[in-house]
């Protein structure tokens, strides 16, 4: 008599069962103790502190960060670098974020930065003003502002210091967003203030600036509607570059 139709395979499907399951758990072990590969260092940041200006993305308005030292040497476009403030773009709005690839391909970044870099530490206290410089052909009014956005990080160790916010829609137009002082150590001392504090006079002309100077400065009296786009090499300002 042929007893194969009555032999069961459940014990041995068990035992296959049993045993994937115990593959399986070693493998999600395994995985959990396998050791993470050592995060590489990140780059050196040169800097204590960076200052960053933005403002609508993709409108070609140009917007100009200034940043006053201790000393009285003021970063900008006119100055690039002065002291330890060092400007990495003079960000023209969209005009000069357009590059075109080798294929012919145009290709557009449509953000509006400039970024203000401070590699050492003076005491005492540091200003941020912004300027709009032109609207290049924009009709700005209240209802159709810029909105522009100034961010203060601290780099060692990393944190955002503050974040503020401003409507601009005239040409001229300049806002003092924060004022702070920094202390022996390198840290920020005591609260922020924002009283108003000019660069730029009525005339267009550097506050700061002597009369040497203000030769070589795109005065708004001066440069309509498409500004200077090129500027002779200035003297240094005051606390050297």
Known sequence: MNHEKFKSTIGFTDLLFNILVGFAFLFIVAFLLIKPEAKKKDFDRRAEFIVVLEWTAGETDDIDLYVEDPIGGIASF????????????????????????QNGTIVTIPINREVITIRGN?????V?????????????????????????????????????????????????????????????????????????????????DSM????FVRAEDECEDPPCESEPISPPPPGGW
């Open 78 to 101: 006119r100055y690039p670098r002065v002291n330890f403030s060092h400007l990495d773009k003079d960000d023209l709005g969209s005009r000069n974020d357009t590059t075109r690839l």
């Open 212 to 215: 040497e100077q203000s030769m």
């Open 128 to 208: 941020v003003n912004a300027h709009y410089y032109s609207p290049y052909g924009n009709r700005r009014t209240k209802e159709k502002a810029l909105d522009v956005k100034v961010e203060l990080h601290k780099v060692n160790p990393y944190q955002i210091l503050g974040v503020w916010n401003k409507k601009f829609y005239r040409k001229g137009q300049e806002e003092t967003f924060v004022r702070f002082r920094i202390d022996k150590g390198g840290n920020v001392a005591g609260s922020f203030s924002y009283e108003e504090k000019k660069f730029i006079t009525p005339a267009g002309l550097m506050a700061h």
């Open 122 to 126: 003076i005491p005492g206290e540091w």
